[in-house]
Nanobody, 117 residues
């Protein structure tokens, strides 16, 4: 499955953005999908994930503020981000979840989210 993230932008602290992850390929529905982010000088981290059955999980720092969802009819996964904070500033990527430790993945350019204080 190939994935493309979009929807980033510049927003003030407290604002909202919705990211979209468009997938191509017939196996989308069978895959768990994750939203990952990488801030400047930081390692990439998993922010939120959704299983093929719709179960969700979040990193503690975004719980209660971010919501991940999927629309299998549109082959798209969304990340609704509310109450954004400057520390949410990062390049956001979507990819399959979970990641296999012995595989290499294509990450693409991601989408930049910048939150100003």
């Amino acid at each position: 499955v190939q994935l493309q993230a979009s929807g980033g932008g510049l927003v003030q602290a407290g604002g909202s953005l919705r990211l979209s992850c468009a997938a191509s390929g017939s196996t989308f529905r069978a895959n768990g999908i994750g939203w990952y982010r990488q801030g400047s000088g930081k390692q990439r981290e998993l922010v939120a994930c959704i299983s093929s059955g719709g179960s969700t999980s979040y990193v503690d720092s975004v719980k209660g503020r971010f919501t991940i969802s999927r629309d299998n009819a549109k082959n798209t996964v969304y990340l609704q981000m509310n109450s954004l904070k400057p520390e949410d500033t990062a390049v956001y990527y979507c990819n399959v979840w979970p990641l296999a430790y012995d595989k290499r993945y294509y990450w693409g350019l991601g989408t930049q989210v910048t939150v100003s204080s």
